[in-house]
């Protein structure tokens, strides 16, 4: 089963892998984090661990169905000159639900719409019924498109590599989820600014689908920016609230 181990390619690609799912995992965790920010912290934990919890059950079990995978990728049928394959329409799919999630959310924050309190256990529980589907939907676009690029970089036989991969990511995403699903909450500027990283992300899986391939490079790279200089501005603001008030000087003597 672990064939390769005593070649150095097979380890260059195990850690190449690792890398890219914890990249790609970084999409699943903001969106895990934006859909459970209106939860109590105990459904909270909760939503995020089972969200997790089946992106890994969904990564691996793709891994296994390796045949129906790559038959997602042959084309079904043409429209205007372009093959439709069962990959573009998930990835088209998925793509617009996010587009629209993060819209949605946007609105809401800027214009000040917060929904109502839960009010009782049944309608909690429908909240996070709803939450849950939608993240598992979510978690089969972006598992779909991490398990095809995998299949392409690891030969079938070395299915190992693939599965060590993603455990790797999926469990980066535990142990970062909870602290980054906090931090975006409670900064509704960060807050803002994953939406616009979700919208983007959607963008990219609807150009994927069309035959457009933006490089993930393009995404990912103006969003680090703007994330550091949104953490600089988040730094200096609290160096001002904790800053000490200036003494007053005191009133000049009179004779």
Request: net charge positive; no cysteine.
């Amino acid at each position: 089963m672990f064939t390769g181990l005593d070649r150095a390619d097979t380890w260059i690609a195990l850690v190449s892998l690792v890398a890219m799912e914890i990249v790609l995992g970084v999409d699943n965790i903001v969106f895990i984090s934006v859909l459970t920010g209106r939860l109590p912290e105990v459904q909270r934990r909760k939503v995020t661990r089972i969200g997790i919890g089946l992106a890994l059950v969904m990564r691996i079990g793709l891994l296994f169905a390796i045949s129906w995978v790559l038959g997602l990728t042959r084309p079904l049928f043409t429209v205007a000159g372009l093959a439709i394959t069962g990959k573009q329409l998930v990835l088209a799919a998925g793509g617009a639900f996010l587009i629209a999630k993060a819209t949605i959310e946007i609105h809401k924050k800027v214009e000040g719409v917060e929904e109502d309190a839960p009010g009782g256990a049944a309608k909690a529980v429908v909240s996070t019924g709803s939450l849950i589907a939608q993240v598992v939907a979510l978690d089969l676009v972006f598992s779909l498109d991490s398990v095809i690029t995998a299949v392409g970089m690891v030969p079938p036989e070395q299915i190992w590599v693939m599965v060590v991969a993603v455990m790797a990511a999926v469990a980066t995403m535990l142990a970062f989820a909870a602290p980054v699903s906090r931090f975006v909450e409670k900064h509704a500027t960060v807050k803002v600014l994953a939406l616009a990283f979700l919208i983007l992300i959607g963008v990219m899986l609807v150009a994927d689908a069309v035959g457009r391939h933006i490089p993930k490079g393009y995404i990912y790279a103006p969003m680090a920016f703007a994330l550091v200089i949104e953490l600089l501005n988040l730094r200096m603001k609290a160096r001002k609230v904790h800053a000490p008030e200036p003494a007053a000087s005191a009133p000049p003597e009179t004779a």
